[in-house]
């Protein structure tokens, strides 16, 4: 059959495929159409995002500043005094619940025996347990005392087992007091 010479096969390194100036060429025209879109598209991505950033910080900064003018009016001494207050009231409140449906309301006699302590005694404590009261008094007024004493003693109708108890403290009296109420308080 037919034979044909075989060349050897061989590359070249030396001559290039492409001339220098092609590959400059292709480079430019790369850069102008798809470089410069990717280009332009990189730079809105940023701006976008800078100005996301910004608009977010400006927001963050009037949401801090807000916080901040709350937490100074709730570090105000009168806003927490109000606040102390307003808890011990509710606390009274459920207390004075708790207390209205296991004990009978004393107010009444409360008001009796404190309006009956003539001014010049100084009440230092009062006990009530059921209808027996226990006071404790200062005076340096003997005479205010001895009629306070007198009064609760003839009024048979309202006291009984009326005590007092005298000790001198310097120039003061110191006086324990006490009484059980039979009659009803008006």
């Known amino acids: ?59 963050n900064n009037d949401l801090t500043k807000k916080i901040n003018d709350q937490v100074k009016v709730l570090e105000n001494d009168t806003w927490k005094r109000s606040v102390i207050k307003y808890e011990n009231l509710q606390s009274l409140l459920k207390d004075i619940k ?12 409360i008001a009796e025996i404190l309006d009956g302590v003539p001014y010049t ?21 003997f005479t205010a005392l001895k009629n306070y004493e007198d009064s609760l003693k003839s009024n048979e109708d309202y006291y009984k087992d009326v005590k007092f108890n005298i000790q001198k403290k310097g120039d003061e009296l110191q006086v324990s007091i006490s009484f059980e109420v039979i009659g009803e308080i008006k």
Do not use: C, Y
């Not at 050897?8 to 060429?25: A, C, N, T, W």
């Not at 332009?40 to 910080?57: G, N, P, W, Y």
């Not at 708790?98 to 006699?109: D, F, I, P, R, T």
């Open 1 to 59: 059959m037919f034979k044909r010479k075989d060349n050897p096969k061989s590359i070249d390194f030396l001559q290039p495929v492409g001339q220098s100036e092609k590959v400059v060429q292709a480079s430019f025209d790369w850069l102008t159409t798809i470089g410069k879109t990717l280009l332009i598209a990189t730079h809105l991505i940023v701006l976008s995002a800078f100005v996301f950033r910004l608009l977010k910080d400006g927001r």
């Open 98 to 109: 708790v207390v209205k449906g296991e004990q009978e309301a004393n107010s009444k006699l």
């Open 121 to 141: 005694l100084d009440i230092e404590s009062i006990s009530i347990k059921g209808k027996k009261i226990s006071m404790s008094l200062r005076t340096v007024d």
